[in-house]
């Protein structure tokens, strides 16, 4: 059922009013500071929380903050490790997470549907379990993700966490305005453009009175354009960083664009990494939260929104204005002045010396305003040219003028000139114009941009007999380039076809600047696809709903299989070279291993990093095809490996032959190199025979185990047997004694 944003905003409207007069108890005495806050940006999903603060401790006693009962608690190594969920009388829910332990009646009954389940992992839901408003529950943890802290979500009635600083404004203290640090302007078409480029530009802000920010670099734009805002938050007495509370931009004072993280809906999680500019995430590490809304972003931040925040620049300057708030109304303004550029390259027909002349032929548009020359010998110094005349001049049809003129450069030595051109409304524009056929600095590069490719230099000079040919598929096209200063971009047509093959040459009429064959290939929005390689050793199968756009992909396999200590590795590396996007749903990509190896329980297929460590991704095993088949969210480097070592395991506690009056606790160190331990149902721990629920940390790499019976006097042996997700296992015991009572 397709909901209405007026009728989404009549709810959150209903759902403010609600909140007024509401008197929650704070819940726990650790603090009443935030280590992270509501909605922030995790990989892969939102934060549904507030943090609070234990200042690297454990044990602070955590409340009801309201009257309700128990409806859930879950035990896992995972995620929320230890967590309660408590409805309240008013209908909402309260989550606490990362506990350390419940009080000894809950401890109880959960310990017991651990010896039950054989396992530390269960769900428990107690039928009727009430509590009063400030009546302690449990104590403050680091189970699960993350250093000890306190994770502390409301949700509604149907489960959707709510911003927790609603109930609690008062609660905490933040007198510190958001900080603004970068501002990121994208082409969202292949016809925009900004600073002269089809590529995302990064400005940086500058602060200056009154949180206000300026552009330390200019801003042009042609077209089609999107902002996305790097910044961070703070509050008093803290050192943490946070995500703002909301947004909203303006343009010529009109505003475009809206955005406040009140609520969030589990379902939709996924989308935080379309809300930040994923590309740049992954590539230069740093998170952009857009100020557009793209049409697959259906996230329920915008409700307040009064555009889609896309920005047409064409024609006129515009002035803009980003107001970035957090909760407590703290305010940093970003202001700033977006310039049109003149969406015209000069094509030069002619450019000769004679001496101490220039002659120069060029088309430009009819509606310019001046033309200027400047001329320079090294390419670093430029001189102005203060004679020129027309020699000719004609007027074309299509609002095009074509002048030759000839210039007095004074020095015949010169190599190049400087043409900038105006037009009403517009930034000034400018090219390099050499005074020869080549030019021989001019480095070129191919580079993928996402839903297209570009040949990209920044040290180019214009040349009249220069032509660039695209031929895909036995289609030859001429490109134009775009022209700003001495940097040019040549925008290669859009794919149509799942698999491109691609011939790109950059000549004159008597020498070769690029001359370049590759293939491509083009994952598209709602189609599915199938596509092998390299002789079926590789395919990837795709769901019309696994890409939110256009995504293009090369891909490479390794001449060898690589060599990794210790692991033996059975396919060549398959390297996919793409501008990153994730998926909107997985893909699976299946790989065939070398036949010569048989233990294929123990295969699994690989990420491999930067540095050449493998991460286990498993998959499902077909012995007859000799291949495994796995789920992705985003294409990386894979390889098929095995994994034929058993994980290390070790018991720290008691030692060996110890004699103890009571053994209050057993602790092991776990770990393994490749397939990891999965879940902990891998792990087994017995007192001699007896099951002892092994309580695994795997960020810490450690099991503790309690008996939940006393030991009488004499010899005992602990057990400990884990398997790794390849089926290695390891098994280590021990002898210990418990003395005599005197």
Known sequence: MKVSRNYIFFILVLSVMSLRGQNYYWPTTASKHMSSGFCEYRPGHYHSAIDIKTWNREGYPVFAVDDGRIVKIRISPFFYGKVMYLKLKDGRYAVYAHLKKFIPSIEKAIRQLQLEKRRYSVTWQPKNWRVKKGELLAYTGQTGIGVPHLHFEI??????????????????????????????????????????????????????????????????????????????????????????????????????????????????????????????????????RKMFIEPFNTLPFYYKSPGNGFLRIEGKAHHFRLEVSDFYGNTSTVEGRIQSEINFTPKIQLAKKFGHFAFLKFTLPSDILTIDFHY???????????????????????????????????????????????????????????????????????????????????????????????????????????????????????????RASVHLTLKFP???????????????????????????????????????????????????????????????????????????LAANLTIKADAAFTLWQKIGVCTMDRSGRLHWRGGKVDSLQQSVTTHIKTLNRFLLAADTVAPGLRILKPAPNAIVQKLKEIRLT?????????????????????????????????????????????RHQITAIVRDMAGNWNKKSLIFSIEKRR
């Open 510 to 584: 008597t020498a070769s600047l690029m001359d370049t064959s590759f293939s491509y290939y083009t994952l598209f929005p709602n189609r599915a696809q199938k596509m092998s390689f390299f002789d079926e050793t590789l395919r990837l199968q795709t769901k019309e709903e696994t890409v939110y756009d256009t995504l293009l992909f090369t891909l490479t396999q390794s001449d060898t299989m690589p060599v990794v200590k210790g692991i033996p590795v059975l396919s060549p590396v398959y390297t996919f070279d793409w501008y990153p996007q994730i998926f909107r």
């Open 155 to 288: 949700r509604d009635a149907h489960n959707h966490p709510l911003n927790p600083l609603k109930f609690y404004k008062d609660e905490i203290k933040d007198t510190i305005a958001p900080i603004l640090q970068e501002l990121l302007a994208i082409p969202l078409n292949a016809n925009s453009t900004v600073n002269g480029s089809h590529l995302p530009q990064v400005i940086p802000l500058l602060k200056g009175p009154n949180h206000i920010y300026h552009l330390k670099d200019s801003l042009s734009a042609y077209g089609t354009i999107g902002l996305a805002l790097r910044s961070y938050d703070m509050a008093d007495g803290v050192y943490n960083k946070f995500a703002y509370y909301q947004s909203r931009m303006f343009l010529d004072d009109k505003e475009v664009f809206a955005v406040s993280y009140d609520t969030l809906d589990f379902g939709k999680t996924r989308l935080a990494d379309v809300e930040v500019y994923y590309p740049f995430k992954v590539l230069l590490r740093k998170r952009f």
């Open 670 to 714: 776990l770990d393994d190199a490749l397939s990891g331990i999965g879940t902990d149902r891998n792990i087994q721990l017995f007192v001699d025979s007896t099951f002892v629920v092994p309580e695994w940390d795997p960020e810490r790499k450690l099991v503790f185990g309690h008996p939940a019976v006393r030991l009488k006097p004499g």
């Open 376 to 498: 320079s010998v090294d390419g670093k110094q430029w001189n102005p040219i203060d004679y020129y005349e027309i020699l000719d001049n004609v007027f074309l049809k299509n609002g095009l003028h074509t002048f030759f003129i000839k210039a007095d450069i004074r020095d015949s030595n010169a190599t190049a000139l400087r043409l900038t051109f105006t037009k009403q409304g517009f930034l000034p524009r400018t090219c390099f114009i050499a005074l020869s056929d080549f030019y021989a600095r001019s480095h070129f590069r191919l580079m993928n941009a996402g839903k297209r490719f570009i040949v990209v230099t920044d040290s180019f000079t214009c040349c009249p007999n220069l032509i660039a040919t695209v031929t895909t598929d036995s289609n030859p096209t001429n490109l134009r380039p775009v022209i700003h200063g001495q940097q040019a971009e040549w925008v290669l047509p859009s794919p149509k076809a799942q």
